[in-house]
Nanobody, 122 residues
Framework: QVQLVESGGGLVQPGGSLRLSCMVS????????VGWYRQAPGKQRDLVAA???????NYAQSVKGRFTISGDNVKNTVYLQMNALRPDDTAVYYC????????????????WGQGTQVTVGT
């Protein structure tokens, strides 16, 4: 059974940095498209960053140049490095295995983690 466990969220001041982790079990993330999504209160869940099995990446326009998605095959973990954080980055961040680089469901599986809260403020 595939499980995704996110960690690394918290409260950070504007301009600060956080690194989110998504530990994957039950499959190797490197065999799939993986992505980070976020959902702010009252808003839909949106794609933030995605990584393909071949190493291609895609980022939401609002995070380009500030966020970086990467993976560690040994730890079977996907990361989201977030720099220059802004208050509008505040949201619950979710890890996904199964959707494509643009957030579309293209397979029979669609796995999500439980989410980790990121709050940017003073």
């Amino acid at each position: 059974q595939v499980q995704l466990v996110e960690s690394g969220g918290g409260l950070v001041q504007p301009g600060g940095s956080l690194r989110l982790s998504c530990m994957v079990s039950g499959t190797f993330f490197s065999a799939h498209h993986v992505g980070w999504y976020r959902q702010a209160p009252g808003k839909q869940r949106d794609l933030v960053a995605a990584l393909s099995p071949t190493g291609q990446t895609n980022y939401a326009q609002s995070v380009k140049g500030r966020f970086t998605i990467s993976g560690d095959n040994v730890k079977n973990t996907v990361y989201l490095q977030m720099n220059a954080l802004r208050p509008d980055d505040t949201a619950v961040y979710y890890c996904n295995v199964g959707r494509d680089l643009y957030g579309y469901r293209v397979s029979t599986y669609d796995y999500w983690g439980q989410g980790t809260q990121v709050t940017v403020g003073t």
